[in-house]
């Protein structure tokens, strides 16, 4: 029998429950004192079901650590332009053909567990990274030497000035004394992580885990001594601990968004536009992907089916954008965008003819049942998505009935974050919702690099790097290889190579745009103040971003309420 009940009374159910399972997870205001209590902020990823414990800051099933255990050699803050932050590193300087990359080191510095930290761990970091493609997410590929303890040289075989984001901002320093022995460091889980930065792992539990802060720490030790994270049922129970007031900081789909200090009091909100919402395929049958989805005139006719207006009405709050099949960001890289690209953002309403003439041409016929069908095979796809992600998951639902409409059958299959995270690493998918995110410095060439290098992806079965779509193509790697053999001030040398990049992957589409996603996040203003804001967007606002997460938490102090 099925009991229905109105909304205010599945949001006060949900708030119950969400109560007692935030005491059990050692939560609660009696669980310890009122000024502990006021400065251990309470954190949402968006964790739906139990966390498996994993700190390697490498890992695809890491679940935290970087930037608040593990730390970069600088911050690099990919929302605006402006100068590195130092961490472990001090100073950094080019030669002039951009072969060799010095950096000094911040002197001073141990491991949480007492050890120096010297130039010897940052090499052994980087050669760490080389020898294990899995670890690579960069595209490192420079040889590093220690000239003493605060000083390190990299050197490259071409000009590299590209990768220096990326080895400066992106590369977590790992200790030489606690990971030389383990012999397959891309997937190893690390139970004890041992630091550098502002935090250490005080307790871990399925349900939460927290942080608390290192009181030997090179900067400081931080005014936001305790920082756990919760493991709840979804983006629903989300918005319930936010309306009781037991979570601080979370990012993830809020109702009500555009009035939050109303029906939150006490908290902000901050929307951020960087991310774009795609549809990932794995696209590439030539290593491995099966499915209807590996042809280009399918993709390119979801891509035309998709209604990005009622998708973002329904499933975002119209918090999402526009985004463009080039994946440049409208705003930022307007500059940049390509004149030889059929759209310059992506149509907001669905061309169904469009559609129906791509599949066509393809040998592709529609069934009595209204779903196209070629050589007897249906036009059948599943679409893998996040249990939990209930704005994902209401995209997928929405976005269904659109390709329905045009004759493409579409399976939403939900999945937790682990099956979603394995499927990737094995090419185990058809299609699922994603979404393609920034490099370290606002340029474009990292999402290309990451998402669209042949180096960066790996036949259905092994671990590829970010590029999990299996996309390869030899022009959009020769245009990568030349952006990479130029200083990125050269403007007009650059332009014709993103030329050929975004008309190559609007051609191909190996990732489905589907918007730029609105970020949300939400934080309790009135306990602690210093949150990047619209008006101050120091790092990313997001609570899952690093290590943009640890510079927030520097920031941060509490009010004491």
């Known amino acids: 029998m099925t009991m229905s009940r109105s909304p205010a009374a599945r949001v006060r159910a949900a708030t119950a429950l969400l109560a007692a399972a935030v005491v059990a997870a050692g939560c609660g205001p009696s669980s310890t004192s009122a000024g502990a209590e006021s400065s251990t902020l309470v954190a949402y990823t968006g964790q739906s079901g139990d966390y498996q414990i994993n700190f390697n800051p490498y890992a695809p099933t890491s679940i935290g650590g970087g930037g608040t255990i593990f730390e970069p050699l600088f911050f690099f803050n990919v929302l605006r332009d402006a100068e590195p932050t130092p961490k472990l590193g001090t100073e950094f300087a080019w030669n002039a053909d951009g072969t060799q990359l010095s950096v000094t080191l911040r002197d001073g510095v141990t491991w949480s567990d007492g050890e120096k930290f010297t130039a010897a761990d940052v090499v052994f970091t980087l050669d760490m990274i080389s020898k294990h493609k899995g670890m690579n997410n960069t595209g490192y590929a420079g040889r590093a030497e220690a000239v003493d303890d605060t000083h390190v040289i990299i050197r490259f075989d071409r000009p590299s000035f590209l990768d220096g984001p990326s080895v400066l901002g992106r590369i977590y320093i790992v200790a030489e004394h606690k990971w030389k022995d383990i012999a397959d460091p891309a997937v190893a889980v690390v139970k004890d992580p041992v630091g550098t930065g502002p935090y250490l792992l005080e307790e871990f539990k399925p349900q939460a885990f927290t942080f608390k802060a290192n009181p030997t720490y090179w900067g400081g030790e931080p005014a936001v001594k305790k920082v756990r994270y919760l493991s709840l049922s979804g983006n629903q129970a989300g918005a319930a601990a936010l309306k009781a007031g037991q979570i601080d900081w979370q990012t993830g789909p809020v109702p009500d968004v555009k009035d939050v200090a109303k029906t939150y009091p006490g908290y902000q909100a901050t929307i951020t536009h960087s991310n774009q919402i795609a549809l990932v395929t794995c696209s590439n049958?030539?290593?491995?992907?099966?499915?209807?989805?590996?042809?280009?005139?399918?993709?390119?006719?979801?891509?035309?089916?998709?209604?990005?207006?009622?998708?973002?009405?329904?499933?975002?709050?119209?918090?999402?954008?526009?985004?463009?099949?080039?994946?440049?960001?409208?705003?930022?890289?307007?500059?940049?965008?390509?004149?030889?690209?059929?759209?310059?953002?992506?149509?907001?309403?669905?061309?169904?003819?469009?559609?129906?003439?791509?599949?066509?041409?393809?040998?592709?016929?529609?069934?009595?049942?209204?779903?196209?069908?070629?050589?007897?095979?249906?036009?059948?796809?599943?679409?893998?998505?996040?249990?939990?992600?209930?704005?994902?998951?209401?995209?997928?639902?929405?976005?269904?009935?659109?390709?329905?409409?045009?004759?493409?059958?579409?399976?939403?299959?939900?999945?937790?974050?682990?099956?979603?995270?394995?499927?990737?690493?094995?090419?185990?998918?058809?299609?699922?919702?994603?979404?393609?995110?920034?490099?370290?410095?606002?340029?474009?060439?990292?999402?290309?690099?990451?998402?669209?290098?042949?180096?960066?992806?790996?036949?259905?079965?092994?671990?590829?790097?970010?590029?999990?779509?299996?996309?390869?193509?030899?022009?959009?790697?020769?245009?990568?290889?030349?952006?990479?053999?130029?200083?990125?001030?050269?403007?007009?040398?650059?332009?014709?190579?993103?030329?050929?990049?975004?008309?190559?992957?609007?051609?191909?589409?190996?990732?489905?745009?589907?918007?730029?996603?609105?970020?949300?996040?939400?934080?309790?203003?009135?306990?602690?103040?210093?949150?990047?804001?619209?008006?101050?967007?120091?790092?990313?606002?997001?609570?899952?971003?690093?290590?943009?997460?640890?510079?927030?938490?520097?920031?941060?102090?509490?009010?004491?309420?």
């Open 285 to 561: 049958a030539a290593l491995g992907c099966q499915g209807p989805q590996t042809d280009p005139a399918v993709r390119q006719a979801i891509y035309h089916a998709i209604d990005r207006t009622q998708t973002n009405a329904l499933a975002f709050e119209n918090t999402g954008s526009d985004v463009s099949p080039s994946f440049l960001l409208p705003g930022r890289d307007d500059a940049l965008v390509s004149d030889k690209l059929q759209n310059k953002t992506a149509p907001m309403r669905p061309d169904p003819a469009k559609a129906q003439q791509l599949l066509e041409s393809a040998g592709y016929a529609k069934g009595s049942d209204g779903i196209y069908a070629k050589d007897g095979a249906p036009l059948s796809l599943t679409l893998s998505v996040v249990a939990g992600w209930t704005d994902y998951i209401t995209a997928v639902d929405t976005m269904g009935q659109q390709l329905r409409q045009a004759g493409i059958k579409l399976t939403p299959q939900q999945v937790s974050w682990n099956e979603f995270v394995d499927a990737k690493d094995r090419g185990a998918f058809q299609l699922i919702i994603d979404s393609l995110y920034q490099g370290p410095a606002p340029d474009p060439y990292y999402l290309y690099n990451y998402f669209y290098s042949t180096a960066q992806t790996a036949a259905v079965g092994a671990k590829p790097g970010p590029n999990v779509s299996r996309f390869s193509d030899p022009r959009v790697d020769q245009a990568l290889d030349a952006l990479k053999l130029l200083n990125p001030t050269d403007t007009a040398a650059r332009q014709p190579h993103l030329d050929a990049i975004q008309t190559r992957i609007e051609q191909t589409m190996p990732y489905i745009p589907v918007l730029t996603q609105g970020t949300i996040s939400v934080h309790h203003d009135a306990k602690f103040t210093g949150w990047p804001t619209e008006r101050d967007l120091y790092a990313s606002p997001a609570v899952w971003a690093h290590p943009d997460n640890a510079e927030v938490l520097l920031r941060l102090r509490p009010t004491g309420k």
